[in-house]
């Protein structure tokens, strides 16, 4: 009987492929009793294993020739770290020996005892590293069960052209450093959010997948036709032959319309009457330059400068800062690069950096952003003289996150002019005339738009938090996701108001959330006067596709109508309405 399971859709693909199920290795493994001559070659074969995953991750940096930045390097070390740990490897030896029972056994009983350990943990980010632990553990275990790890699969999966889709509990950070040189059609997991490693590696990739399945391992098997809806966030098996061949058209039309993209890739970003709009691209590390530029962005919209941050014991230094966004500033060759400073705190979490003793009970509205750079002028000099330093390289423009009110920008702004008298002083070079703006993600900001317009030099608006903060939902909260809505009047009357703000002050203004890659809003966005929009690079064709076939003058009309509207579903229906006109021809 079909069965159908729901998670958190990652983009707006469909996939149908063969289940290629990453099961745990820790599933069914008995307790074996040794005899005291057995011990010795348990211990060695235990020892082999620890080997062979040294090897594997040891290869797998070297597979990545000149694509790790400190960042991946930082997790493949990681990973090393916690395979020399004696809390794992010693004292596995140590049961063997002094419980007579067999490595699998072992290892597992050592694993339960540090993952407790984990648990006690106060800070969320190491108490999440037990992950980590667990998924070294793994290895090592399916390397004394002689089975293939998820590098031997990807390269199986590329001889074979019968179209798998990757099912696993979790996809650890090297495992995703594998993925991106592999093709899968997409991926789905049982755990992870909208904004973990695993989506952001989805929409890097452009890959249709469902994260956040409860139940997933337990519902298919191996080699099980499923499909992925990511759109729905749905995920569907047991499917007749007449099921199969329907979605199997499906697909055909999906991946028919993904090569037809290719054909925008050098026309203008133009409407029908003749308005040009910048479509930039998000990025989160220099490597994601490649795709943005493929897909012909018009610059970068947001550098999420945080990931440089994450994932590492230690924090970057202005050199290791200034290497990475210099790379990225000289890859787009003159194309303007919006950097934005460190936003970290609440969902984004920084090891590294100390938030205080006591965990705040509202993490998204405590010390984060924009407030805890200031309360760390070192920290945020060093990042500033990075960028600025960046600057003597191409078109930088800093961005400022979550920006309140005047105040936070004012201080900003000296600190970026003491960052520069310190480049001065060293004789290093950097652009002195550099944008400096806001991000307008906090209700107070869009409402009070006027009072920031002569504080900064551009907007961008940033729709995810600016929803968030809002609707006063969290938007990692599962039990409550069912409330972000992009749609509701007051949402959709803040964006008005800062682009008519910015726009009376002739003032450039982006939008760097979410809503701007989702083409069923683009109309709506420009109707509201919006003329650039900052997305994940796999978005800007289907994007810019839109704004070709759109009028930006009747979308005025429209859309001036839609603000007047009491509610969200009045606000979709209009809007549903708005994009069916635009798709029939005269």
């Not at 010795?40 to 074969?45: D, M, S």
């Not at 936003?343 to 920084?350: F, L, P, S, T, W």
């Amino acid at each position: 009987m079909a069965w159908t399971l729901s998670g958190v859709g990652i983009g707006d693909g469909l996939a149908m492929g063969k289940a290629w199920v990453l099961a745990s290795a820790r599933l069914d493994l008995p307790r074996r009793r040794l005899e005291a001559d057995q011990v010795e070659p348990e211990l060695k074969r235990f020892r082999e294993a620890v080997r062979i995953v040294n090897k594997e991750l040891s290869g797998l940096k070297e597979a990545m020739g000149q694509e790790p930045s400190a960042e991946v390097s930082a997790l493949l070390e990681l990973q090393a770290i916690i395979l020399r740990d004696p809390l794992l490897v010693a004292a596995t030896e140590q049961r063997i020996q002094h419980d007579r029972c067999n490595a699998e056994w072992g290892l597992l009983q050592q694993l339960e005892a540090v993952s407790a350990q984990f648990d006690e943990i106060e800070d969320p980010y190491l108490r999440e590293r037990k992950a980590d632990v667990q998924q070294i553990v793994d290895r090592i275990l399916r390397a004394m069960q002689g089975e293939a790890g998820l590098d031997e699969v990807v390269r199986k999966n590329n001889d074979d052209d019968g179209g798998w889709i990757l099912v696993a509990k979790d996809i650890s950070p090297s495992d995703m450093l594998i993925l991106r040189r592999h093709r899968f059609l997409g991926f789905v997991t049982e755990t992870g959010s909208a904004t973990s490693h695993t989506a952001i590696l989805a929409r890097s990739l452009g890959l249709p997948a469902v994260v956040g399945v409860s139940g997933l391992l337990n519902q298919i098997a191996q080699n099980d036709i499923i499909v992925l809806k990511s759109k729905e966030g749905s995920v569907l098996g047991a499917l007749n032959a007449e099921d199969q061949s329907v979605y199997k058209g499906q697909q055909a039309v999906y991946a028919d319309d993904l090569r037809a993209l290719d054909d925008f890739k050098q026309l203008a970003s133009c409407s029908l009457d003749g308005v040009s709009v910048l479509l930039m691209a998000n990025i989160d590390l220099p490597n994601d330059v490649q795709i943005a530029l493929d897909r012909g962005c018009d610059g970068i919209g947001l550098f999420r400068s945080e990931f440089l941050f994450m994932n590492r014991s230690s924090l970057p230094g202005e050199e290791e800062q200034f290497q990475a966004y210099s790379a990225v500033v000289k890859a787009m060759a003159g194309r303007p690069v919006t950097i934005r400073t460190l936003d970290a705190g609440a969902d984004k979490e920084v090891s590294a950096l100390s938030f205080g003793h006591d965990k705040p009970a509202n993490p998204a509205l405590a010390s984060r952003a924009i407030r805890y750079s200031l309360q760390s002028p070192d920290l945020f000099l060093s990042q500033l003289r990075a960028m600025l330093r960046a600057s003597a390289f191409g078109q930088v423009k800093i961005l400022i996150p979550m920006v309140s009110g005047p105040s936070e920008m004012i201080s900003a702004r000296e600190m970026v002019q003491q960052a520069m008298t310190n480049l001065r002083a060293k004789g290093l070079a950097f652009n002195p005339k550099i944008s400096v703006g806001a991000m307008i993600e906090v209700p107070s900001a869009a409402i009070a738009i006027d009072g920031l317009i002569a504080h900064m030099d551009f907007a961008s608006i940033g729709t995810n938090d600016l929803i968030q903060y809002t609707l006063a939902i969290d938007r990692t909260d599962r039990s409550v996701a069912h409330l972000y809505n992009p749609l509701h009047p007051a949402i959709l009357r803040l964006i008005d108001q800062t682009i008519r703000g910015c726009n009376r002050a002739n003032l450039p203004v982006s939008l760097c959330g979410e809503m701007a890659g989702d083409t069923d809003l683009t109309r709506l966005l420009l109707g509201l006067g919006l003329r650039e929009f900052s997305m994940h690079a796999t978005e800007i064709l289907k994007v810019k596709r839109v704004v070709r076939d759109s009028s930006v003058a009747s979308l005025s009309r429209g859309v001036g109508r839609l603000l007047k509207l009491p509610d969200a579903a009045l606000v979709k229906s209009g809007l549903n309405a708005i994009n069916a006109k635009a798709l029939r021809p005269d």
